[in-house]
Protein backbone atom coordinates (compact mmCIF):
# COMPACT_ATOMS: atom_id res chain seq x y z
CA UNK A 1 0.00 0.00 0.00
CA UNK A 2 1.15 3.27 -1.01
CA UNK A 3 0.09 6.47 0.54
CA UNK A 4 0.36 9.52 -1.12
CA UNK A 5 0.29 13.10 0.13
CA UNK A 6 0.65 16.98 -1.67
CA UNK A 7 1.19 19.83 -0.51
CA UNK A 8 2.03 23.13 -2.16
CA UNK A 9 -0.99 24.68 -3.20
CA UNK A 10 -2.81 28.17 -2.66
CA UNK A 11 -3.51 31.74 -3.95
CA UNK A 12 -1.55 33.26 -6.77
CA UNK A 13 -2.30 36.00 -9.50
CA UNK A 14 -1.51 35.24 -12.53
CA UNK A 15 1.94 35.28 -14.00
CA UNK A 16 3.22 33.76 -10.72
CA UNK A 17 4.38 30.68 -9.66
CA UNK A 18 3.61 27.31 -7.49
CA UNK A 19 5.39 24.17 -6.61
CA UNK A 20 3.64 21.48 -5.55
CA UNK A 21 5.17 18.38 -3.82
CA UNK A 22 3.86 14.55 -4.21
CA UNK A 23 5.27 12.65 -1.09
CA UNK A 24 4.66 8.75 -1.03
CA UNK A 25 5.52 6.72 1.43
CA UNK A 26 4.79 3.02 2.68
CA UNK A 27 5.37 0.21 0.03
CA UNK A 28 7.02 2.22 -2.16
CA UNK A 29 9.13 -0.37 -4.16
CA UNK A 30 8.94 -0.38 -7.56
CA UNK A 31 6.74 2.83 -8.18
CA UNK A 32 6.62 3.00 -11.72
CA UNK A 33 4.88 6.32 -13.04
CA UNK A 34 3.94 8.94 -11.12
CA UNK A 35 1.34 11.65 -12.45
CA UNK A 36 -0.34 15.08 -11.36
CA UNK A 37 -3.61 15.23 -12.85
CA UNK A 38 -6.29 18.23 -11.86
CA UNK A 39 -9.89 19.00 -11.99
CA UNK A 40 -11.86 22.14 -12.10
CA UNK A 41 -15.30 22.35 -10.96
CA UNK A 42 -18.17 20.51 -13.80
CA UNK A 43 -14.63 19.48 -15.50
CA UNK A 44 -13.90 15.90 -15.82
CA UNK A 45 -10.06 15.49 -13.61
CA UNK A 46 -7.45 15.45 -16.37
CA UNK A 47 -3.64 14.69 -16.27
CA UNK A 48 -1.31 17.90 -16.49
CA UNK A 49 2.21 16.26 -16.51
CA UNK A 50 3.62 12.39 -15.55
CA UNK A 51 7.36 10.89 -15.07
CA UNK A 52 8.21 7.68 -15.63
CA UNK A 53 10.61 5.67 -13.23
CA UNK A 54 13.47 6.21 -15.42
CA UNK A 55 12.66 10.07 -16.04
CA UNK A 56 10.64 10.52 -18.96
CA UNK A 57 8.36 13.33 -18.67
CA UNK A 58 5.03 14.10 -20.81
CA UNK A 59 3.03 16.88 -20.38
CA UNK A 60 -0.65 18.24 -21.25
CA UNK A 61 -0.67 20.90 -23.95
CA UNK A 62 -2.11 23.47 -22.37
CA UNK A 63 0.84 23.40 -19.80
CA UNK A 64 3.97 23.01 -21.95
CA UNK A 65 6.79 25.37 -21.36
CA UNK A 66 5.18 26.74 -18.14
CA UNK A 67 5.14 23.68 -16.03
CA UNK A 68 8.25 20.84 -14.78
CA UNK A 69 7.81 17.77 -13.31
CA UNK A 70 10.57 16.38 -11.53
CA UNK A 71 11.60 13.59 -9.30
CA UNK A 72 13.90 12.97 -6.51
CA UNK A 73 13.82 8.87 -5.91
CA UNK A 74 15.63 9.01 -2.91
CA UNK A 75 12.45 11.23 -1.26
CA UNK A 76 9.97 9.49 -2.89
CA UNK A 77 8.78 12.48 -4.27
CA UNK A 78 7.52 14.31 -7.29
CA UNK A 79 7.74 17.86 -7.56
CA UNK A 80 5.56 20.37 -10.22
CA UNK A 81 7.35 23.71 -10.69
CA UNK A 82 4.08 26.07 -12.32
CA UNK A 83 5.07 29.00 -13.50
CA UNK A 84 3.18 32.09 -15.55
CA UNK A 85 -0.23 30.74 -13.85
CA UNK A 86 -3.41 31.48 -15.86
CA UNK A 87 -6.66 31.58 -14.06
CA UNK A 88 -7.76 28.52 -16.21
CA UNK A 89 -5.02 26.55 -14.46
CA UNK A 90 -7.50 26.74 -11.12
CA UNK A 91 -8.29 23.23 -9.94
CA UNK A 92 -7.73 20.70 -7.02
CA UNK A 93 -4.52 19.13 -8.19
CA UNK A 94 -4.00 15.56 -7.31
CA UNK A 95 -1.48 13.58 -7.24
CA UNK A 96 -1.30 9.89 -8.57
CA UNK A 97 1.16 7.06 -8.13
CA UNK A 98 1.27 3.23 -10.11
CA UNK A 99 2.75 0.61 -8.86
CA UNK A 100 2.20 -3.29 -10.17
CA UNK A 101 -1.07 -1.82 -12.54
CA UNK A 102 -2.41 -0.47 -9.10
CA UNK A 103 -2.99 3.46 -8.54
CA UNK A 104 -2.80 5.36 -5.56
CA UNK A 105 -4.39 9.00 -4.99
CA UNK A 106 -3.82 11.51 -2.79
CA UNK A 107 -6.14 13.87 -1.33
CA UNK A 108 -5.83 16.71 -3.52
CA UNK A 109 -4.51 20.42 -3.08
CA UNK A 110 -6.14 23.55 -4.24
CA UNK A 111 -4.46 25.62 -6.63
CA UNK A 112 -6.09 28.91 -6.90
CA UNK A 113 -5.02 31.45 -9.18
CA UNK A 114 -6.41 35.42 -9.66
CA UNK A 115 -6.83 37.61 -12.31
Known amino acids: QVQVVESGGGLVQAGGSLRLSCAASGSTFSINAIGWYRQAPGKQRELVAGISSIGSTNYADSVKGRFTISRDNAKNTVYLQMNSLKPEDTAVYYC?????????WGQGTQVTVSS
Open 96 to 104: NVNQYGLDF
